[in-house]
């Protein structure tokens, strides 16, 4: 394989690593803590969209057979797929981090209470519709060819497509942030929530609003996903989430440019790992994760640790 | 009850102790996963590659069970001790989050490497005791003996400075305890126990492999400690005891078991944000048996 097909590969794959580690970044730098559900959330994403294009369901599960009335196009699709997957999130919010908020509980048990909710969220997608694997056919694209040359390889549309949609929702964040109102009330929030709520911003809707941003960004990765490499089942966020989970610490807890940046180098360096050792590919990014907590507690671009006085 | 569950929860609760050691010092380490995958892995070794081991009886020689628990902590707490120094250094979510790669790596090495049987793993261990009760009488021993140990933690000078970390580590400091020796202690003791209590469990359920230490097992024997309660250690026992049994108790309801069981761990914060055991229900108990419990 040669460099240029290696690098698209890494960068395409680094997309998808960048914009789940958006989501946990997003949710993490308002209540500090790590939403597990994350995985089962982008799950979701992947099976609205296979459903929204017109999918139908296959033999096992409660749906068995059951089909939309209507085909949407994949473009269509995926922002509604995406906004599914945020409710969900808003969801995942009001059962298992609210309650927990309200009573000033340990954020600790928010870890479990999430993963509970993922673990709700897997298993009811496994009943409604079966354990087997559904493939997006890559001709929801239209008139789009499947592959084209650049500089002397092959590109699949689909990693062009996921490496496009990452840089332009990147983008969008990054405008959106430090441009609105609401944006910069959320960034607010992460500083220091208290002060923000003396500042007349409501931190609840922030909060809330971090959870659907951070469930829409899972959704439409999920459903570029299942489009790229077909879902393989309830399960297959997981791996993704663990990932982003890697890509997160890389980038830095908190900073959305250095998630981007986590997931690049991540899916980079995973491309790069030689044919013969790619059992090992899994171990790349972790590697890399222990590599920079001990150099650099603070991810690539995050902001200095706080220290306790 | 059925023994086979029995030995399961009696598992269960023995890694539940081991997430225990290092939260008692305040330090979230989701590692015992990987260390119970290590020490299974030590036991499924020797035993099945070595002739002394395997024995040439029915059931292979109890010493070699326990030679194989001894070696299997050994070796978890050495790999605790080699990257314990600089990874205590992390706090909190950055700690548990270093301990889940660990876990995921040494997941990625048990996987791949050439002498631990790949996916499929390894199988036909052999067994030293014919019946389930066996391996429950052996465990039951095992996890008296660890709550012994922990108990005794209560009023050693050790146990003490792992309290006062927990509740303000730079307190702890300025009054001259030596925090990095403090938690690195717990967290080979964790790793340690996990490490023994993968080289029984080998044996008890006969086929070991790469699933062993997932991220999953991570998260489910740290709902074990926060659904029991982690300020003394009677919470995470019965946490472990509870929650290794729910799924198969659940097993009736069909599809919908791992549904009520997610439930569980979503809900049981919620509503006991505590634990199960808390100071105020020990003392209560100790009020109705008529003594005062050490508790903390």
């Known amino acids: 394989m040669d460099l240029i097909q290696i690098l698209v590969n890494g960068l395409s794959v680094g997309a998808v690593y960048g914009l789940f580690a958006l989501g946990y970044t997003l949710v993490f730098s308002v209540l500090g803590v790590i939403n597990f559900a994350h995985g089962a959330v982008f799950t979701l994403g992947a099976y609205f969209t296979y459903l929204l294009i017109g999918g139908a369901i296959g033999a096992n599960g409660l749906m068995a057979g059951f089909q939309l009335p209507f085909a949407l196009p994949f473009w269509g699709a995926l922002p509604l797929a995406g906004l599914g997957a945020a409710l969900v999130a808003l969801l995942v919010e009001r059962v298992a981090f609210r309650p927990l908020r309200r009573r000033r509980a340990d954020p600790l048990l928010a870890l479990i209470t999430s993963l509970g909710a993922g673990v709700i969220l897997v298993n009811l997608i496994q009943l409604l519709v079966g354990a087997e694997s559904y493939a997006i056919p890559t001709s929801v694209l239209g008139g789009l060819p499947a592959s084209f040359p650049l500089l002397g390889a092959r590109v699949r549309t689909v990693q062009a497509l996921l490496l496009g949609v990452a840089v332009l929702l990147l983008a969008l964040l990054s405008l959106w942030l430090e441009g609105s109102r609401n944006g910069r009330g959320l960034q607010a929030v992460a500083e220091d929530p208290e002060t923000a709520q003396l500042l007349g911003i409501d931190s609840t809707a922030m909060v809330r609003l971090a959870f659907g941003l951070s469930g829409f960004l899972a959704g439409v990765a999920g459903g570029l996903v299942g489009l790229s490499v077909s879902i393989a089942g309830p399960y297959f966020g997981i791996g993704y989430g663990l990932k982003g989970l890697a890509v997160l610490v890389l980038g830095g807890l908190g900073s959305v440019p250095g998630a981007v940046l986590g997931g690049l180098i991540v899916g980079l360096a995973e491309a790069f790992v030689p044919a013969d050792w790619s059992g090992y590919k899994d171990a790349v990014s972790y590697g890399f994760l222990f590599l920079v907590l001990l150099l650099r507690p603070r991810g690539l671009l995050g902001r200095p640790l706080p220290t306790k006085v | ?296």
């Open chain 2, 1 to 296: 009850m059925d023994a086979a569950l029995l030995e399961q929860m009696l598992l269960g609760a023995l890694l539940a102790l081991s997430v225990y050691l290092p939260l008692r010092c305040g330090q979230l380490s989701l590692a015992t996963p990987g260390f119970y995958a290590v020490g299974g892995y030590v036991a499924a070794l020797l035993s099945t590659r070595v002739a002394a081991f395997a024995g040439s009886g029915a059931t292979s020689p109890l010493w070699a069970l326990v030679a194989e628990m001894v070696l299997g902590g050994i070796l978890a707490g050495l790999i605790a001790l080699a990257i314990g120094g600089p990874v205590l250094q992390l706090r909190g979510i950055y700690l548990a989050i270093a301990t889940i790669a660990l876990v995921e790596i040494l997941r990625v090495l048990n996987l791949n490497l050439p002498f631990t049987g790949g996916a499929m793993g390894i199988f036909a261990i052999p067994q030293p005791f014919e019946q389930a009760d066996g391996y429950v009488l052996f465990t039951l021993v095992l996890l008296a003996l660890a709550c012994w140990l922990c108990q005794r933690l209560e009023v050693l000078r050790l146990g003490r400075a792992m309290a006062a970390i927990r509740d303000d580590e730079l307190a702890a400091a300025s009054v001259g305890i030596d925090t990095p020796r403090t938690k690195l202690i717990a967290f080979v003791a964790s790793a340690v126990l996990a490490g023994v209590t993968g080289a029984l469990a080998a044996h008890f359920l006969n086929a070991w492999n790469a699933r062993a230490g997932s991220f999953d097992a991570s998260i489910t024997t740290l709902a074990f400690v926060v659904f029991g309660g982690s300020r003394y250690w009677l919470g995470p026992v019965l946490g472990g005891l509870v929650l290794t049994a729910l799924p198969e108790l659940l097993r009736p309801v069909g599809d919908l078991r791992l549904i009520l069981f997610g439930s569980v761990i979503l809900l049981g914060p919620l509503f006991f944000p505590q634990g199960l055991v808390t100071a105020e229900r020990l003392r209560g108990l100790g009020a109705l048996l008529g003594r005062a419990p050490q508790a903390p």
